[in-house]
């Protein structure tokens, strides 16, 4: 069946250094790749979405890798800060939006 | 520009009772998505609406939950009779249409259903 693997054991970081989110899939073939944030009580809010055929993209702070061939997504928060500990959801759709699935997703913790 | 909005935001029931639970997505948005997040979970895909279509609904449990989008805008989610493993977050998603057919989804703040 398809699943998604993301860390379960929470990451504590110091601030500033850079944290690093892994996500693993097997059985899908995704067209994207998605990495949302939830803070507790609230629904995710959508941080980047990458392509099949992309393997980096970046926002600001934020860089997703994608190898569809390792079948892994690396998210990575440059600079971190106390305001950016959350939990990190990865996703994967297929085209079209089709068959979403979420990942559990990994508590980051910053300490100032 | 609006959110999702859903309510109720909580709703404590007994087992076996029935309860609803209601989506409204952004505005223009076609695809909305029901989820299920229970604790310490990612959110589970229940249904998926395109417009007032189900594109897919293979995870719902169809001898108990129910769904609808009439009109292609609003959409209500039911669960009758409601079990112990019900208790969840549902959680309510939309997208809006883009140039190669999918984008980032919007998420309400979902309503934390308890079955006691």
């Known amino acids: 069946s398809q699943k998604i693997e993301q860390n379960s054991e929470a990451l504590n970081i110091q601030e500033g250094k850079t944290a690093t989110l892994t996500c693993n899939y097997t059985n899908y073939s995704p067209a994207y790749l998605q990495w949302y944030r939830q803070d507790p009580g609230r629904g995710p809010v959508f941080l980047l979405l990458?392509?099949?055929?992309?393997k980096e993209k970046r926002k600001e702070r934020l860089k997703v890798t994608f190898d569809t061939t390792l079948k892994q997504s690396l998210f990575h928060i440059t600079a971190s800060q106390p305001a950016d500990s959350a939990t990190y959801l990865c996703?994967?759709?297929?085209?079209?939006?089709?068959?979403?699935?979420f990942g559990a997703g990994t508590r980051l913790f910053v300490k100032a | 520009e609006a959110g999702v909005a859903q309510s109720p935001r909580y709703k404590i029931i007994e087992k076996r009772q029935s309860v609803a639970f209601w989506c409204n997505p952004i505005s223009g948005h076609a695809t909305l998505y029901w989820y299920q997040q229970i604790l310490g979970q990612g959110p589970k895909l229940l249904i998926q609406f395109q417009n007032n279509g189900v594109v897919d609904d293979s995870q719902l449990p169809k001898d108990r939950f129910s769904a609808e989008r009439l009109k292609g805008v609003d959409s209500t989610l039911k669960i009758q009779p409601a079990k112990l493993e019900d208790s969840a977050v549902y959680l309510c998603a939309s997208i809006g249409g883009t140039g190669d057919g999918y984008n980032e989804q919007f998420f309400g703040p979902g309503t934390r259903l308890t079955v006691l």
């Open positions: 996703a994967l759709a297929g085209t079209g939006g089709f068959k979403t699935i």
């Open positions: 990458i392509r099949e055929n992309e």
